[in-house]
């Protein structure tokens, strides 16, 4: 299982950055699949989620509204759409895959997450 993420960069605030998943080993439709952010000095934070069975997705408040996720489930790759970016969202973003079985799915509890990958940066600065 492989989750590699990319997309990240340096971008002014309300800036736009869409990040990008790309998922190998597994059959993606059959997992919800996520991302999850880290700042220095800050806790892991669910950003967003994904859930196949029925295209419901869950976001974190800090980002309802701006971000957008989605998935291509022929090339394997989940999206993370980022519009109206501020300086609160720089951080190392990963996506992550939830084990199977999580009940209800997409609530961002680390201990559902079985894979994930090493993130990438992003940085809002002006």
């Known amino acids: 299982v492989q989750l590699q993420a990319s997309g990240g960069g340096l971008v002014q605030p309300g800036g736009s950055l869409r990040l990008s998943c790309a998922a190998s080993?597994?059959?993606?439709?059959?997992?919800?699949i996520g991302w999850f952010r880290q700042a220095p000095g800050r806790d892991r934070e669910g950003v967003s989620c994904l859930n196949p069975r029925d295209g419901k997705t869950n976001y974190a408040d800090s980002v309802k509204g701006r971000f957008t996720i989605s998935r291509d489930d022929v090339t394997g790759t989940v999206y993370l759409q980022m519009n109206g970016l501020k300086l609160d969202d720089t951080a190392l973003y990963h996506c992550y895959r939830e084990r199977v079985g999580v009940w209800p799915r997409c609530q961002f509890a680390e201990r559902d997450y079985d894979y994930w990958g090493q993130g990438t940066l992003v940085t809002v600065s002006s």
């Open positions: 080993g597994f059959t993606l439709d059959h997992y919800a």
